[in-house]
């Protein structure tokens, strides 16, 4: 199984808005399953910020917020804050459910 | 929450045993997965365990060399991983599985392995 396909880095500036995307297959992400992300700083353990394709855990600030079309979930971050620099995943389950797949991971940098 | 064994540092070719002790919940209700991070990479899913019956089921690229065990007395699961290489340094974590997302996660085991 092939990870998930993310961009390796983006960036922006504070008070702007991003989107992350992360595209599967019908296999996976356009199956009938749900996606979830997590973030990750360095040395940190990673954080699951979005469930069930837009599902926030509490804690977890309403800046961050996911979608899903067809075989590609986003991930969007609006008014970016420094402390959002991090390394972002996105997980799928496989239309079996058996199986998981993660994205390769997006390096975000906030200029 | 979930807490892991200390660090290991191995010879290639050795056998390695990560442990991830559970608390403060049930444990044969969620499934439990082992993730990897090989330093300055990706996360990398290994595999999940039903701490309930047992039942497990490994990513392609483990099948054989991966084992996933539980002991529902101590609530902990075990990650065997045999013929280790080099390149199988990582911290090794694991996750419960709750509703289509993992967490909490464990603290994270660093693995080294040298040649």
């Known amino acids: 199984q092939s990870a998930l396909t993310q961009p390796a880095s983006l960036s922006g500036s504070p008070g702007q808005s991003i989107t992350i995307s992360c595209t599967g297959t019908?296999?996976?992400?356009?199956?009938?399953?749900?996606v979830s992300w997590y973030q990750q700083h360095p040395g940190k353990v990673p954080k699951v910020i979005i469930y069930e394709d837009n599902k926030r855990p509490s804690g977890v600030s309403n800046r961050f917020s996911g979608s899903k079309s067809g075989n590609t979930a986003s991930l969007t971050i609006s008014g970016l804050r420094a402390e959002d620099e991090a390394d972002y995943y996105c997980l799928s389950y496989t239309r079996t459910s058996t199986r998981v797949i993660f994205g390769g991971g997006t390096k975000l940098t906030v200029l | 929450q979930l807490v892991q064994s200390g660090p290991e540092v191995k010879k290639s070719g050795a056998s390695l045993t990560v442990s991830c002790k559970a608390s403060?919940?049930?444990?044969?209700?969620?499934?439990i997965h082992w993730v990897r991070q090989a330093p300055g990479q990706g996360l990398e899913w290994m595999g999940w365990?039903?701490?309930?019956?047992?039942?497990?089921n490994y990513a392609d690229k483990f099948q054989g060399r991966v084992t996933l065990t539980r002991d529902t007395s101590t609530s902990t699961v075990h990650m065997n991983l045999t013929r280790v290489r080099p390149d199988d340094t990582a911290v090794y974590y694991c996750a419960r599985d709750v509703n289509w997302r993992l967490d909490p996660w464990g603290q994270g085991t660093l693995v080294t392995v040298s040649s």
């Open positions: 403060g919940y049930t444990f044969s209700g969620f499934y």
């Open positions: 019908s296999s996976d992400v356009g199956s009938y399953t749900f």
């Open positions: 365990i039903n701490p309930q019956s047992g039942a497990t």
